[in-house]
């Protein structure tokens, strides 16, 4: 079973940047489609971005559109996600998933099967 490890997250200014990183253990990303959904309290978990690891092929969440880029670390196996110009309303708990979606469901939760514990992002203003 594929575990995931999120890590990378913390306190930054608004304006700062964030690099996340996901790590797989007891699998590889080979194969999947690998995203990163966020969450605020108080708020449902939100699709943020995805990438399929064969092909590349990226999807974004308009409210990142241009500020963050999803990328994939194929000699350590990891899925990037570079955050740039963070806002406010960036911050949330950022989980990483893994799943099989066709390309017009790589924003779906219910596509994604193995899912992290998260890691914390806040941007203070």
């Known amino acids: 079973q594929v575990q995931l490890v999120e890590s990378g997250g913390g306190l930054v200014q608004a304006g700062g940047s964030l690099r996340l990183s996901c790590a797989a253990s007891?699998?590889?990303?080979?194969?999947?489609?690998t995203a990163w959904f966020r969450q605020s309290p108080g708020e449902e978990r939100e699709f943020v971005a995805a990438?399929?690891?064969?092909?590349?092929?990226?999807a974004y969440a308009d409210s990142v559109q241009g500020r963050f880029t999803i990328s994939k670390d194929s000699a350590k196996n990891l899925v990037l996600l570079q955050m740039n110009s963070l806002k406010s309303g960036d911050t949330a708990v950022y989980y990483c998933?893994?799943?099989?979606?066709?390309?017009?469901?790589?924003?779906?939760?219910?596509?994604?099967?193995?899912w992290g514990q998260g890691t914390q992002v806040t941007v203070s203003s």
């Open positions: 990438i399929r690891w064969s092909g590349g092929n990226r």
């Open positions: 007891g699998g590889t990303f080979s194969g999947y489609t």
């Open positions: 998933a893994v799943g099989r979606p066709i390309t017009s469901a790589m924003a779906t939760q219910s596509m994604y099967y193995y």
